[in-house]
């Protein structure tokens, strides 16, 4: 096919509102009030000015955004391309309110006040209402779950995710955090969930690492800021007096280090911490 017949086939046949794999949707009722708009790394902060900083540090890439119009209504559509599924839900996980309703939306989505907002594969849509009645949930209820399926069709939950046990968990809770955990620098990123023991709430939380060696230098790095007087260089469980975040308890395993802070005796940290670390795939 010549280029000029490949251009004459994509003007009899226009996609409705796409860019790249990203398209949104005819609503019905309502109305395109303009063109899509797209954001970078070189201009988010010109839709979001002060909190580019935090969506940069989950990986972001792209932003693509449209808004619709009926009458006074307004609807308007986000959708953030956060490289991978751990970046996209961990954005998301992070902005979820503790409370939320979540739904069935992708992979997981919820509603508040006139808003919508779900994840799915890599990305994080964000959606609200203006005027509508109602605050509009039914509208925005039926447009995710029509959009969902076009962005990802099989959507699943990150192994790390994933790997928290259940019991005791508490629901929704699953979170990555990435970067300066507990407040650290050397720890770099890792995926957290509350839990409800025998003494209290504690934390379980999973560091990746990118190979053995990588988890071997934030053992070392975090036993000497805890001022350990042996600095212990093998796999295995540990004990850290951290003098900001209390005792933490610490299994290491190639690859991953699987932790627990807060109210929790060390047998329950040490147990709960192999069961996450039988769930993943250490290396």
């Known amino acids: 096919m010549s280029k000029k ?3 004459l086939l994509v003007l009899l046949f226009p ?4 860019a790249e794999n990203v398209e949104f949707p005819d609503v019905d009722g309502w109305q395109r009030d303009g063109d899509v708009k797209t954001y970078n790394r070189d201009n988010l902060f010109e839709r979001i000015d002060g909190a580019s900083e935090f969506y940069f540090s989950y990986a972001f890439e792209k932003l693509y955004v449209a808004e619709y119009k009926k009458g006074d209504a307004e609807l308007t559509i986000e959708i953030y391309d956060q490289h991978d599924p751990v970046h996209a839900y961990g954005i998301y996980s992070m902005e979820r309110p503790a409370s939320a309703d ?3 939306i992708g992979l997981e989505g919820h509603y508040d006040d006139a808003t919508l907002n779900f ?3 890599k990305y994080y849509v964000k959606m609200n209402t203006y005027n509508v009645d109602d605050a509009g949930e039914a509208l925005l209820m039926k447009v995710a779950q029509q959009m ?3 962005l990802c069709k099989n959507p699943k939950l990150p192994a790390q995710y994933a790997a928290f046990p259940q019991e005791n968990r508490v629901p929704h809770s699953q979170q990555y955090v990435s970067t300066n955990f507990m407040g650290l620098s050397m720890m770099g990123s890792a995926f957290r969930a509350k839990y409800t023991g025998s003494e ?3 934390t379980l939380f999973i560091m990746h690492k990118k190979d053995k060696e990588a988890a071997a230098e934030t053992m070392k790095k975090y036993q000497e800021f805890s001022q350990a007087e042996t600095i212990g260089t093998k796999e295995g469980e540990y004990t850290i007096n951290d003098p900001f975040n209390g005792t933490v308890y610490l299994l290491w395993k190639g ?3 699987v932790g627990a802070s807060g109210k929790v005796t060390s047998q329950e940290a040490f147990k709960l911490a192999e069961k ?3 769930n993943l795939k250490p290396e």
């Open 5 to 7: 017949s490949l251009i």
């Open 15 to 18: 996609v409705l509102a796409f």
């Open 102 to 104: 979540t739904k069935s």
């Open 119 to 121: 994840t799915t594969g």
């Open 148 to 150: 969902a399926p076009t």
């Open 200 to 202: 209290g709430d504690f």
């Open 255 to 257: 690859n991953y280090l």
């Open 276 to 278: 996450a670390m039988n």
